[in-house]
């Protein structure tokens, strides 16, 4: 049973750039969170994806989109990169968005973003 | 008001000691609470989870809440070199919400 996998691992950009993250949730899981996770902070909240569509959004600009298939893949795009966007990128699924006891996250491994 | 917070670090405890992990957290309607652990370069994964008033044990882990306080805690008991890591607190309200974490070093 396959856990969540992201891809790519490690990626470099440039100021300016952009990128795309990618996600596939663990199977049985229907929801998609993505978090952003600075070195030495907590993971922060950026959005979450059921049904193919945006469902809650953290405190993050409109550089940050995102994208889910009918598959429940999904797919985090970053624009126009600055400096301060270097960061771990945590993909975690769920079945259905509310998160109880019974229904917790499972993160992947993260795509680490270095943008110079 | 940060909505999770957790005591600050790095935490250092003897090999079988007890380590006693703490957070706040600031949504008074918040239901359930999880800790999860994150070694350097890996991504978090859940230890437990906890949503009635009162004490959860599960092995060398028990996780302690009181809602009237907004005051969640983790105990690691017999604490072992494997449970150095980073131990982060999160609170549901449709999304995780996490503390900053707490830095546990467990010195043989």
């Known amino acids: 049973d396959a856990g969540v996998t992201q891809s790519p691992t490690h990626l470099i950009k440039t100021r300016g750039q952009q990128v795309t993250l990618r996600c596939s949730p663990k199977?049985?899981?229907?929801?998609v969170s993505w978090y952003q996770q600075a070195l030495g902070q907590g993971p922060q909240f950026i959005f979450q994806?059921?049904?193919?569509?945006?469902?809650q959004r953290g405190n993050f600009p409109d550089r940050f989109s995102g994208h889910q298939f009918p598959n429940y893949s999904s797919e985090l795009n970053v624009n126009a990169l600055l400096l301060g966007d270097s960061a771990l990128y945590l993909c975690?699924?769920?079945?259905?968005?509310?998160?109880?006891?019974?229904?917790?996250?499972?993160f992947g491994a993260g795509s680490r973003l270095t943008v110079l | 008001q940060k909505e999770v917070e957790q005591n600050s670090g790095p935490l250092s405890v003897p090999e079988g000691a007890i380590a006693s992990l703490n957070c706040t957290y600031s949504d008074r309607g918040s239901q359930s609470f999880f800790w999860y652990r994150q070694y350097s370069g890996k991504s978090p994964e859940l230890i437990m989870f906890?949503?009635?008033?009162g004490d959860k044990e599960d092995g060398r882990f028990t996780a302690q809440l009181n809602k009237a306080s907004q005051y969640v805690s983790l105990l690691i008991r017999d604490s072992q070199p494997s449970d150095s890591a980073t131990y982060l607190c999160?609170?549901?309200?449709?999304?995780?919400?996490f503390g900053a974490g707490t830095t546990v070093t467990v010195r043989a």
């Open positions: 199977s049985g899981h229907d929801t």
């Open positions: 994806y059921y049904e193919e569509e945006e469902r």
């Open positions: 975690a699924s769920s079945f259905r968005q509310v998160l109880s006891g019974a229904n917790v996250l499972t």
């Open positions: 906890i949503y009635s008033n």
């Open positions: 999160a609170v549901n309200d449709y999304k995780l919400s």
